[in-house]
């Protein structure tokens, strides 16, 4: 082979490699090229995403102030919770739906799932924040009674769905206040003597009807009695008043007061289902869980 055509084959591999090279390099540029847009995109999202997060961070920290601001705190406090947002919520988790929750359980009484008998008192000055009147065909019609408004549509309801399956449910006594407890309580004790009174009737702001969340019932026949407990509308209500949020307060065995299978309070649907289908007393619960169930008493 001659020196001319050795020569004319070296630049032919040369451009050879060159052509592979350039592919290989253009290739790589392109990979690059594509690569690139994919990152663009996936930062514009999160650009977005992060102004989103900006957007409902903001909402948040303005439902925070304004759950806070209406709590009954000294400004101080208010101030120090308000200013360490972000801390709260690192330590404690709180995303905006349980802000929207803790917000909706401001507004809703305190006192409503207290543990009186014994325990929290209420003083002369306390009452529901709104009343309703029973209907006056659920009662033994012999006052006016009254309910708390929020609470009337589910008594309502227990009451016709009862009597649609043939249960009866009579109405004795309601919200109570503070002076209508205390002259109450002196007649027992003038009929009875403080000891047996106080084994069966609460003193003063300490009466679960002063809530405006309890009622003594019976069937119509049997009364305020423990012979009460053998009547269709007692089985009813043990098997059914926990689906319209109310509960027995004082069963058989309990530290308070004497049995009273007729008196029950409302406590909400969820916190008594739970308490029936696990078979526990709402007074034997802790008072700090029974407080977890505030946001839903109502729902």
């Known amino acids: 082979m001659s020196e001319h055509e050795n020569r004319s084959g070296s630049r032919y591999k040369s451009h050879i490699i ?117 209907n006056p065909l659920y009662t033994l019609n012999t006052k006016e009674m009254y309910i708390l408004t929020e609470i009337k549509s589910k008594l309502d309801n227990m009451i016709i769905n009862a009597s ?18 205390q002259k109450l309580k002196a007649i027992y004790i003038k009929t009875y003597g403080v000891s047996k009174s106080n084994q069966f009737s609460a003193d003063q702001g300490y009466s679960e009807h002063q809530l405006g969340t309890t009622i003594d019932i019976d069937d119509g026949k049997s009364g305020i009695v423990l012979g009460f407990e053998k009547s269709t509308t007692f089985t009813w209500m043990q098997n059914n008043a926990h689906k319209y949020g109310f509960i027995m307060s004082y069963n058989k065995g309990n530290d308070y007061y004497e049995y009273e299978p007729w008196h029950y309070r409302y406590v909400g649907v969820e916190l008594a289902t739970y308490l029936h289908n696990n078979n526990l007393n709402f007074y034997d619960l802790d008072q700090k869980y029974i407080d977890s169930y505030k946001g839903k008493i109502f729902e």
């Open 18 to 134: 060159y052509i592979f090279i350039i592919v290989i390099i253009s290739g790589a540029l392109y990979y690059f090229y594509d690569l690139s847009k994919k990152y663009l995109v996936i930062i514009n999202e999160k650009t977005i995403e992060a102004a989103e997060q900006k957007r409902g961070l903001e909402e948040l920290n303005n439902k925070y102030v304004n759950m806070v601001s209406q709590m009954e705190m000294s400004e101080n406090d208010k101030l120090f919770l308000i200013n360490n947002l972000n801390d709260v919520m690192q330590n404690y988790g709180i995303k905006v739906n349980e802000v929207n929750e803790l917000s909706k359980a401001v507004h809703i009484d305190d006192e409503l799932l207290k543990k009186y008998s014994k325990y929290y008192f209420l003083n002369e000055n306390y009452t529901p924040s709104s009343t309703t009147l029973i």
């Open 164 to 181: 649609n399956e043939g249960v009866k449910i009579v109405i004795h006594s309601g919200y109570r206040s503070f002076a209508e407890q």
